[in-house]
């Protein structure tokens, strides 16, 4: 049994920063990543990582921004956001699977989970709100 629990989300002015959790727990699968979804948009991989090795991939549209990082046997997977916008304003989701991918859509480079949707684990969410 795999469970997930996201924490850190809040409100922020633009500019600012703030660092989400992920408590893992119970069966810890190989892949972590951090997702958000804005109202009326499609939810958006951002960052995974392999805890075994720590290797990361990021997406486009978080590399110049976004970090993403284990505590000490990957118990806890952050992401750091830095440098925050309106347009970051989302409800942000850990998830896990028995991998990761990536790959080049329309000249984007974009990360998610491998695998079934079906075999994916996901929390319930924290939400992100960037005030100008």
């Known amino acids: 049994h795999v469970q997930l629990v996201e924490s850190g989300g809040g409100s922020v002015q633009a500019g600012g920063s703030l660092r989400l959790s992920c408590a893992r727990s119970?069966?810890?699968?190989?892949?972590i990543g951090w997702f958000r979804q804005a109202p009326g948009k499609e939810r958006e991989g951002l960052a995974t990582i392999y805890p075994v090795d720590g290797s990361t991939r990021y997406a486009d549209s978080a590399k110049s921004r976004f970090t993403i990082s284990q505590d000490n046997g990957g118990r806890t997977i952050y992401l750091q956001m830095t440098a925050l916008t309106p347009e970051d304003s989302a409800t942000y989701y850990c998830?896990?699977?028995?991998?990761?991918?990536?790959?080049?859509?329309?000249?984007?480079?974009?990360?998610?989970?491998?695998?079934?949707?079906?075999?994916?684990?996901w929390g319930q969410g924290t939400q992100v709100t960037v005030s100008s």
């Open positions: 998830a896990s699977a028995a991998a990761c991918s990536a790959g080049r859509y329309g000249g984007i480079w974009k990360v998610g989970l491998a695998g079934a949707e079906s075999s994916h684990t």
């Open positions: 119970g069966y810890r699968e190989n892949c």
